[in-house]
């Protein structure tokens, strides 16, 4: 819900209460002391990839701290990935611009979380639904942000240039500012037996045996300049199955990406052996699914960085992204990169001019990769 200049209205209001002292934020991350701390939120309400890219911290936190109560707020679309994670206490839905946020805001309450941590950049609705819930200590990690600077623990922190850091690394930075080390930045996921048990039987139901060699493609991402075109996905497709007789080729998506998926399926050269899943399968399914595919196909999207949480071996293509930021941070080996480069001036300003930039990665580059690792992924990986 996009209601013009109230995100100004909402961060002047703060602005003010602040400087006229009805807001009161610790400001010094010296005095915090975790152990006297009853509860600790975590505020990652951005893309799914920034959330998976968390749970090293999360374990750090979770081991640092057994008896705090820890509580997710995760963005509406992902937060069921999270419901059942050992980690977690509770999970609470953020829907995003002020939609839902009277239960939002109860459930924050409810959840009583002095401490509150946001690891990325965040709607300017994030920080006023976290300090009237409760938090009163706020801590955000260094990047360029300007937004609720007055309320930020160690504003200091915060800078105007682009923060250097890798995703994973970023958080091992904002734990360590508390004095809690995070000793493993491999991502890791929850996958519950009876998600793994329903996951099988939907195979079984299209057709896809136990020992099905399956190569995974996601096609689809929320911003459209970061797609590579259909037709590079469906001749790469035709190329692994044509290779191969005993794959399975298994593309992966959200609902509104079905029909791209589809599309894809259809012109793979052999559409027998090949399942559209977009749409069928939510979110909180697909590391389960992960733990199945033996070789993953993706844009920059969350469910690459599910498929690095996973050790799913993969090939992921970054054009108006750095993989240094955002990408696979360990076993290059595994987890292959294909990136142009820098950023054109045109891609920097978020103006890409689709397809010309996402065409510079060919089909023959992606499966000259492909080639070379697939096969020992695919041995490597016994079928679960």
């Known amino acids: 819900m996009k209601i013009p200049g109230l995100d100004t209205?909402?961060?002047?209001?703060?602005?003010?209460?602040?400087?006229l002292g009805r807001i009161r934020t610790l400001r010094d991350l010296a005095t915090v002391d975790l152990d006297g701390i009853g509860g600790i939120l975590v505020a990652v309400t951005t893309a799914l990839g920034d959330s998976v890219c968390f749970t090293p911290a999360l374990t750090a936190l979770r081991d640092r701290l057994p008896r705090t109560r820890i509580v997710g707020l995760f963005h509406g679309n992902f937060a069921e990935l999270y419901r059942a994670d050992a980690r977690l206490d509770a999970v609470i839905p953020y829907w995003g611009k002020y939609r839902r946020w009277r239960e939002t805001l109860r459930a924050l309450r409810a959840a009583r979380c002095e401490l509150a941590l946001v690891p990325y950049i965040a709607d300017p609705d994030v920080i006023p639904l976290l300090y009237l819930g409760g938090s009163r200590i706020i801590f955000r990690t260094p990047g360029r942000d300007t937004?609720?600077?007055?309320?930020?623990?160690?504003?200091?922190?915060?800078?105007?240039?682009?923060?250097?850091?890798?995703?994973?690394?970023?958080?091992?930075s904002m734990l360590r500012h508390l004095g809690c080390e995070v000793r493993d930045l491999i991502p890791s996921l929850h996958v519950e037996a009876d998600r793994r048990d329903r996951l099988a039987a939907w195979l079984r139901e299209r057709g896809v045996p136990e020992d099905a060699r399956l190569v995974g493609?996601?096609?689809?991402?929320?911003?459209?300049?970061?797609?590579?075109?259909a037709g590079n996905f469906a001749e790469t497709a035709r190329s692994l199955l044509r290779e191969d007789g005993s794959r399975r080729l298994l593309l992966t998506?959200?609902?509104?990406?079905?029909?791209?998926?589809?599309?894809?399926?259809?012109?793979?050269?052999?559409?027998?052996?090949?399942?559209?899943?977009?749409g069928d399968l939510p979110i909180s399914d697909l590391p389960a699914l992960m733990e199945r595919v033996g070789w993953l196909l993706a844009n920059d999207t969350g469910v690459a960085h599910i498929a690095y949480a996973m050790g799913t071996p993969s090939l992921t293509?970054?054009?108006r992204s750095a993989p240094q930021l955002s990408g696979p941070l360990l076993r290059p080996d595994r987890h292959r990169v294909l990136y142009m480069g820098e950023q054109c001036r045109d891609c920097d300003r978020g103006r890409c001019v689709y397809p010309a930039c996402a065409n510079a990665i060919t089909v023959s580059a992606v499966l000259r990769v492909a080639q070379?690792?697939?096969?020992?992924a695919l041995a490597e990986r016994e079928p679960r």
């Open 9 to 19: 209205l909402v961060y002047r209001t703060f602005w003010a209460l602040d400087r």
């Open 147 to 172: 937004i609720y600077r007055f309320m930020v623990a160690n504003p200091e922190l915060l800078s105007r240039a682009p923060n250097p850091e890798h995703a994973l690394s970023r958080c091992a």
């Open 217 to 229: 493609m996601h096609p689809g991402a929320s911003i459209r300049q970061k797609r590579w075109p």
């Open 253 to 278: 998506g959200s609902r509104g990406e079905r029909a791209l998926c589809e599309s894809i399926r259809a012109a793979c050269g052999a559409p027998a052996r090949a399942v559209n899943a977009a």
């Open 317 to 319: 293509l970054f054009w």
């Open 372 to 376: 070379e690792g697939i096969e020992a």
